[in-house]
């Protein structure tokens, strides 16, 4: 099966930075993705990685390590609009298939605060 | 561009009735997900849909859900007879390819289960 986690719940103050982390275990790993969900509505893209390394996105950046199965996502320059909860997403083969699943971590809560 | 679009956006139905969710999905997208997202936690794939075909529904209790996505566009997601452990969002998401790239989600269905 796949295993994904994150941190339930996390706070920062407006200005900062934050770094909210996601380790994964699964098999036919194709990428992971970065949602941001507002409370009461639905989840919207923030970023993609499918090779090793940091992609860069104005405020926002993702880093993938597919050998340690680890992800973080790095808010900078923090704004009170940020609070909301953050979604780590495993794209991976569906079993016996060649179709890429798309799996959701529980998502972290991020609280800013002025 | 249309977004995806779900109706309704509330229900509220008694235990051991029935309740149907409509998606129309982001036109030529070939594949859609339903997704049940709990209060507080990640969205959990129930079905996905490449065009008409099932590629994964391992997490469908089929003994009261079911999904059909009659000439692969739109699809409908029923559930017959409901429980109270039922209360939820339902997502629909489509992509234009299967989990590979950014799944874009509707606003969802809150039902409620009393």
């Known amino acids: 099966g796949q295993n994904i986690d994150q941190p339930t719940e996390m706070t920062a103050t407006e200005g900062a930075i934050v770094q909210i982390n996601c380790t994964y275990q699964t098999s036919g790993f194709n990428g992971l993705f970065w949602y941001q969900q507002h409370a009461g509505e639905a989840p919207t893209f923030l970023s993609y990685n499918v090779l090793d390394g940091l992609e860069e996105k104005g405020r926002f950046s993702s880093f993938l390590s597919r050998s340690k199965g680890y992800s973080y996502l790095l808010l900078k320059e923090l704004q009170m609009k940020d609070s909301a909860s953050y979604l780590c997403a495993v794209s991976h083969n569906a079993g016996g298939t060649s179709y890429g699943k798309l799996t959701f971590g529980q998502g972290t809560i991020l609280t800013v605060h002025p | 561009e249309a977004g995806v679009a779900q109706s309704p956006r509330y229900k509220i139905i008694e235990k051991r009735q029935s309740v149907a969710f409509w998606c129309n999905p982001i036109?030529?997208?070939?594949?859609l997900y339903w997704y049940q997202q709990i209060l507080g936690q990640g969205p959990k794939l129930l079905i996905q849909f490449q065009n008409n075909g099932v590629v994964d529904d391992s997490q469908l209790p089929k003994d009261r859900f079911s999904a059909e996505r009659l000439k692969g566009v739109d699809s409908t997601l029923k559930i017959q007879p409901a429980k109270l452990e039922d209360s939820a969002v339902y997502l629909c998401a489509s992509s234009s390819m299967t989990g590979n790239t950014e799944a874009f989600f509707g606003q969802g269905t809150r039902l409620t289960v009393v």
């Open positions: 036109s030529g997208h070939a594949t």
